[in-house]
């Protein structure tokens, strides 16, 4: 059975950082893309940034410079280092892996909080 386990949230003041992994447990085949969403209270889920298998990147306008995603495709672990926080950074972050064929995978997700 395939895990996502994701950690390094936490509390961060503003301009401070954090890093986030995210681990799979578990054999997931035909892996497309790994990537990170947030889920602010009160609004909709959306997408943070995402890597494919070939190293391809995209991200939100609102995280554009700050954030990098990476990955390890050995380890099936995503990382999302972030830096120059802000408090509408605030949120849970979710793992996501998407494959060419069948569905998705998620991570129970981790608090992200960013206040003086």
């Known amino acids: 059975q395939v895990q996502l386990v994701e950690s390094g949230g936490g509390l961060v003041q503003p301009g401070g950082s954090l890093r986030l992994s995210c681990a799979a447990s578990g054999t997931i085949f035909g892996i497309n893309a790994m990537a990170w969403y947030r889920q602010a209270p009160g609004k909709q889920r959306e997408l943070v940034a995402r890597?494919?298998?070939?190293?391809?990147?995209n991200y939100a306008d609102s995280v554009k410079g700050r954030f990098t995603i990476s990955r390890d495709n050995a380890k099936n672990t995503v990382y999302l280092q972030m830096d120059s926080l802000k408090p509408e950074d605030t949120g849970v972050y979710h793992c996501?892996?998407?494959?060419?064929?069948?569905?998705?995978?998620w991570g129970q997700g981790t608090q992200v909080t960013v206040s003086s």
């Open positions: 996501n892996v998407a494959r060419f064929v069948g569905k998705d995978y």
């Open positions: 890597i494919t298998t070939g190293g391809s990147t």
